[in-house]
């Protein structure tokens, strides 16, 4: 099983409110991430979890919280957000995060298609 | 640093063979990955090759490593229409924790 899950499928929020997005995985990873992609481009990465702890922040905007209140799981927590942060926000997750010249094939979910108004 | 280029657009007639290109700076790269991303859906893990390879075949797709040159193929045999898609190359450079992906190429299968 290499399922990772997303919810919700698509968001729409107005600058002032306050969301979450949620991401599971039940493969025993160690390894969570948070991309941002914009339509028809590479994902970009914004934050990286490594044993529940934040191990890579891409200078991603305040705006923007992740948190990894278990293994399992994956928030990103969204407050303020303006317009330009419309997106599909992509999470994944891999065995770890890396350990020398040894890569982890990352594993993708679905999405949160995030419209700001 | 890295780099990764790929072409834009590929139309392809349903059962030819389809052939996407990526280009790589990075020569420090260990493993090189396919990801294909279907309309409206995330990221899926095609196949994915380690450095010190030169080919690998897994059922209908080839994946072609030139380090030489760092240029890595992906072919697809018998296309079918649910091969249309955009397709990402990606590297993990060694010494660095980041995925770094390809533009991204576009396979639209004509039926």
């Known amino acids: 099983d290499t399922e990772v899950t997303q919810t919700p499928k698509h968001l729409v929020m107005g600058m002032t409110n306050k969301k979450s997005l949620k991401c599971e995985q039940h493969?025993?990873?160690?390894?969570m991430y948070w991309y941002k992609q914009k339509a028809k481009k590479p994902p970009e990465l914004m934050f990286v979890y490594s044993y529940e702890k934040l191990s890579i922040n891409e200078s991603v905007p305040s705006r923007f919280s992740p948190e990894c209140p278990n293994s399992s799981l994956l928030n990103l927590h969204l407050h303020a957000l303006q317009p330009e942060d419309s997106a599909l926000y992509l999470c994944?997750?891999?065995?770890?995060?890396?350990?020398?010249?040894?890569?982890?094939?990352?594993?993708f979910g679905p999405g949160t298609r995030l419209t700001v108004t | 640093g890295e780099d990764v280029e790929q072409s834009l657009l590929l139309s392809v007639r349903e059962g030819d063979s389809s052939v996407i290109n990526c280009t790589y700076t990075d020569s420090s790269s260990t493993y090189l990955y396919w990801y294909k991303q279907e309309p409206g859906a995330g990221l899926q893990l095609l196949t994915y090759i380690f450095s010190n390879m030169d080919m690998k075949q897994d059922q209908r797709l080839t994946v072609l490593l030139n380090k030489k040159d760092k240029h890595l193929s992906l072919r697809i045999a018998d296309t079918q229409t649910g091969d249309s898609a955009i397709y990402f190359c990606?590297?993990?450079?060694?010494?660095?924790?980041?995925?770094?992906f390809g533009k991204g190429n576009q396979v639209v299968v004509i039926p």
């Open positions: 994944a997750s891999s065995q770890e995060q890396k350990r020398g010249d040894i890569s982890y094939e990352q594993y």
């Open positions: 990606a590297e993990t450079p060694y010494g660095n924790n980041r995925l770094a």
């Open positions: 493969m025993g990873h160690r390894a």
